[in-house]
């Protein structure tokens, strides 16, 4: 079956520091991938994604490429800021005829001023 | 601007009491989702409806049921509120196959606790 792994958190980094946060995937076929940001105390909100092996998909300064050789898609910024502070989830869509998406667990982003 | 609204952001109930949340799309969307979210577990998914009047149990549906009477609007209840259901509560809604491009919206979640 389809499956999400995520960089383990929290993570703690600097105001302005590059960050990376891993995320692997199990799947048949050509999923979709889509990663999701929740900020405290709201509900999750798309913040990117990519339907195909090599998109890249980007959106307020993150971005991501579907790397279908390595079976990745992990998040990348170049340079936090304090309001980035939140959990980041990695998600995959089957290109089948699943009606549901697949998450991984979350990782917890903090940025110090 | 499309939305799923929940109607509570915030609930406390006492231990015994039935309790609805309410979850509604304007997105006419087919497939709406109940998920848990509780620290270090991730999102759980409690159960699901792939459109009026039909649901499916997801990973942790005991002691929770849900009603989809009309297809914008995707109630659950829990039967006889337990402290151990305190919780965030997020409901989603997709169209009917999201995993194409379209992914989930979400809720802003209702934070429910049972004392």
């Known amino acids: 079956g389809n499956s999400v792994t995520q960089m383990e958190g929290p993570v703690t980094l600097s105001e302005e520091a590059f960050l990376t946060i891993n995320c692997t995937y199990t799947a048949t076929g050509y999923p979709s991938l889509f990663w999701y940001v929740q900020y405290p105390g709201e509900g999750l909100q798309l913040l990117l994604k990519?339907?195909?092996?090599?998109d890249k998909g980007s959106n307020k300064g993150f971005e991501a490429t579907y790397r279908k050789e390595t079976t990745s898609f992990h998040l990348e910024k170049g340079s936090v800021q304090v309001s980035d502070s939140a959990v980041y989830f990695c998600?995959?869509?089957?290109?089948?005829?699943?009606?549901?998406?697949?998450f991984g667990s979350g990782t917890q982003l903090t940025v110090l001023p | 601007d499309v939305k799923v609204t929940q109607s509570s952001r915030y609930l406390v109930k006492r231990t015994g009491e039935k309790v609805f949340l309410e979850c509604v799309q304007d997105?006419?969307?087919?497939?709406m989702f109940w998920y848990r979210q509780d620290p270090g577990l991730g999102l759980r998914l409690i159960y699901f409806?792939?459109?009026?009047?039909?649901?499916e149990k997801g990973d942790i549906p005991e002691g929770y049921s849900v009603s989809r009477e009309k297809k914008e609007r995707f109630s659950l209840i829990l039967e006889s509120a337990s402290t151990n259901q305190t919780s965030m509560y997020l409901c989603?809604?997709?169209?009917?196959?999201?995993?194409?491009?379209?992914?989930?919206?979400f809720g802003s979640g209702t934070r429910l606790t049972v004392v």
């Open positions: 990519a339907t195909k092996a090599d």
């Open positions: 409806s792939y459109d009026v009047k039909m649901k």
């Open positions: 997105m006419d969307h087919e497939n």
């Open positions: 998600a995959l869509g089957s290109s089948g005829s699943a009606r549901q998406l697949t």
């Open positions: 989603a809604s997709s169209p009917q196959l999201p995993g194409t491009d379209y992914g989930y919206t």
